[in-house]
């Protein structure tokens, strides 16, 4: 039997605790509110360790990494690519946070605040929209140019 | 191509401010010097209030602040220290080093991890400006008890900005956790398997799995607390048939973890300086994993303990799993010990600290401990023994591990050392101080001085020990200028670091300091959680496999 990678076993251990102590829980308290919130702790855990499993599956298909310190295909190793640029720097998040900030003082003080978030909400998510598609369109251009 | 000793020769750049920079940066290092920064200044913040708190509390019959002012003052400190200096400032180690400790040019996210910084900066100064507001700031306690903190009882804004405020901050701490566990998992060099993760890494994966648990039941409690208070809910009134003890349920299954939230990111720092200042590995690098995640499953089962006294939970459950979270800490408590066992040993400030941390969350865990057992604990329950034992945990395990923290890696932060002597100084001050101020305070509760009130009664007798601990906590105020003064001090000095000047472990300390924008011009080969130690070896002839290889 293969060997589960450390990465999806820590994801194991946690949904296999919440499970049991969730049950134990339960039937020693008959209290729905903890039972609820173990039992969703396991589940959540058991769904990131299927998506993980997924991943490495499809990971063990694809050839290995370069690199002096690539170990093979079926190495543990990081499950995403590396591939892509650093963003450049952007006041996107800064603006997007601004309208964040507006819409938490407009539930203490009203839906003014709220209706002047949508301003830097709009802003903010746009910039950081046509940034992301910048940056997209310039790593395919810079693949494009690099594959023989 | 570059190697190491290339990066080594870079000049570091000079400090510079830059608004514009600033508010623009999407670089894992700036936005995690942002975090250090707002967190630190929240936690100034959070100790003058604890200071004037306990001027008033010196000698019977002190008037410096109202008794509304008081409650305000004891229920912002709480939140500053615990939900906007310690968890930030956690987040922002691991913002800073978790990239290059896995080498890495940055996290999964950078826009979304500037995003999370600015979430939680408005977040906190949300919650602070119930302070402006007519009705004040929040004044329930940081636990924002219902039905304390329904509409009847805490009506105004200051209540709902506290609400909102926190409600930011805390989805911005998750998306902060999705973006550190995406990181952690999606950018690792190649070599560099989990179990040659860097163990401070591996502490901070472990504490964004548990922000990602348990933020959303105080997300929901929060947003089930703004509905009774403004469209008429009934959850947690119970006049109108709601339930406070779910308010209860729903706020520890948060505020339990939250206690390990921000104690394991200290844990990890300390499990990274301990290994460098006593020239060994870490003794049991595998078991100090598994304890981390242990703690953390642990963490999860024991929220109801702080709700004994309700009568509505399950003592022998809760108190059972209580004392069962002994084991792991103890497990880290004896592998620091034994790391430092015959090791050549470095008595620099950061391992002061580290050592700090060993003496004061040792005394908070014994005394947690004894608050598992319910006997104990309704005794205890509501005095200042409670507060004594939570400080000791919460300064201890935090304060402690991030002082040790800023004087480990301020080096690579900034390619400044900080001044050694300001360093002891402080030291000597938090350890003496801390003694001073919370040892009291187990005797005060002890005897029964309630937790939570702006005066006593002369004839109670508590007032010489009020005294003591009054002037432990002004000790611990002037123990942080020289921090303060180190720092400022270090940032008008020319660079003086060097990329590596402990001899570290991971590789972080392979790179300049500061580290350029793509932190990494390459990396030695990953072959163990040591490779820049590794590399070091091999460099003198060494091989570091070998039987004492380097070790001592």
């Not at chain 2, 003058?48 to 409650?71: F, I, T």
């Not at chain 2, 950018?187 to 994966?205: D, E, K, Q």
């Not at chain 2, 329950?381 to 402690?400: E, K, L, P, R, S």
């Not at chain 2, 003496?432 to 187990?442: D, H, K, M, R, S």
Request: charged share 10%.
């Amino acid at each position: 039997m293969p060997r589960i990678p450390e990465e999806i076993a820590f994801w194991l251990r946690s949904a296999g605790f919440g499970l049991v102590i969730g049950g134990a829980y339960w039937f020693v308290t008959y209290e729905w509110a903890g039972t609820i919130l173990l039992v969703l702790f396991g589940v959540a855990s058991a769904g990131a360790a299927a998506v993980l499993g997924y991943l490495v599956r499809r990971r063990g298909h694809e050839p290995p990494r370069g690199g002096p310190n690539a170990e093979g295909p079926n190495a543990e190793g990081p499950l995403g690519d590396d591939r892509g640029r650093l963003p450049a720097g952007s006041t996107a998040p800064f603006v997007f946070g601004v309208g964040l900030f507006l819409v938490v003082l407009g539930l203490a003080y009203g839906g003014w605040f709220i209706l002047a978030a949508v301003v830097p909400i709009v802003l903010g998510g746009a910039s950081w929209l046509a940034a992301a598609n910048a940056e997209l369109r310039a790593t395919e251009r810079s693949e494009e140019t690099s594959e023989p | 191509m570059a190697t190491i000793a290339d990066v080594r020769r870079e000049p570091a750049e000079p400090i510079r401010f830059d608004l514009l920079a600033w508010l623009s940066t999407t670089d894992h290092k700036a936005i995690g010097v942002l975090y250090l920064t707002a967190s630190g200044l929240f936690f100034l913040l959070a100790g003058l209030m604890a200071e004037v708190m306990r001027l008033e509390l010196a000698q019977p019959g002190m008037e410096l602040v109202s008794e509304s002012a008081y409650n305000q003052l004891f229920t912002m400190h709480g939140t500053l220290m615990l939900l906007l200096f310690a968890t930030p400032a956690g987040i922002g180690f691991a913002n800073y080093l978790v990239p290059l400790q896995i080498g890495a040019a940055d996290m999964a996210f950078p826009r979304l991890n500037a995003l999370s910084f600015w979430m939680f900066l408005f977040g906190g100064i949300t919650s602070l400006l119930g302070f402006a507001s007519q009705s004040g700031a929040a004044a329930t306690g940081w636990t924002v008890y219902a039905p304390l903190s329904e509409n009847p009882f805490s009506p105004g804004p200051g209540m709902d900005l506290w609400i909102a405020g926190i409600g930011l901050t805390g989805l911005s701490s998750v998306i902060g956790a999705v973006n550190l566990v995406t990181t952690i998992y999606g950018r690792r060099a190649p070599g560099m398997t989990m179990l040659r993760v860097p163990i401070f890494t591996w502490n901070i994966l472990v504490t964004a799995v548990m922000i990602l648990f348990a933020f959303p039941p105080l997300t929901a409690a929060l947003a089930l607390l703004f509905i009774d208070r403004h469209f008429g809910g009934a959850f947690f009134n119970p006049a109108l048939g709601g339930s406070p003890i779910l308010f209860q349920h729903l706020f520890w299954f948060f505020g339990h973890p939250e206690v390990y939230i921000i104690v394991l990111p200290a844990f990890g720092i300390v499990s990274e300086v301990f290994p460098v200042f006593s020239s060994k590995p870490l003794f049991g690098y595998k078991a100090v994993i598994f304890a981390t995640s242990a703690i953390a499953g642990l963490s999860m089962s024991v929220w109801a303990h702080h709700m004994f006294t309700t009568g509505a939970v399950n003592l022998p459950f809760f108190s059972i799993m209580s004392f069962l979270i002994a084991v792991p800490t103890g497990i880290k408590i004896f592998n620091w010990t034994a790391t430092m066992w015959g090791g050549r040993l470095r008595f620099t400030t950061a391992m002061l600290f580290a050592i700090g941390l060993l003496y004061v969350f040792t005394i908070g865990g014994i005394t947690g401990v004894m608050v598992a057992s319910p006997p104990l604990d309704f005794q205890f329950q509501d005095t200042y023994f409670v507060v004594a034992h939570f400080h000791n945990v919460i300064i201890g395990g935090t304060v402690f591990g991030i002082f040790s923290g800023l004087f480990f890696w301020f080096p690579k932060m900034s390619g400044r050392r900080l001044d050694e002597r300001l360093g002891r100084i402080a030291w000597a001050c938090w350890i003496v101080g801390f003694t001073l101020t919370f040892i009291p305070q187990y005797v005060l509760g002890a005897e029964g001085m309630p937790r939570r009130i702006a005066d006593y009664d002369p004839a109670t007798g508590w007032g010489s020990l009020n005294l003591l601990s009054t002037a432990g906590a002004i000790l611990l105020g002037l123990g942080t200028i020289p921090i303060v003064v180190a720092v400022v001090a270090a940032l008008r000095r020319p660079p003086d670091a060097g990329p590596d000047p402990w001899e570290g472990n991971s590789l972080e300390w392979a790179t300049s300091s500061p580290p350029p924008h793509h932190n990494f011009v390459s990396l030695p080969p990953i072959r163990s959680e040591r490779p820049v130690f590794d590399e070091r070896m091999r460099r003198q002839g060494i091989d570091p496999n070998t039987p004492g290889g380097g070790v001592g």
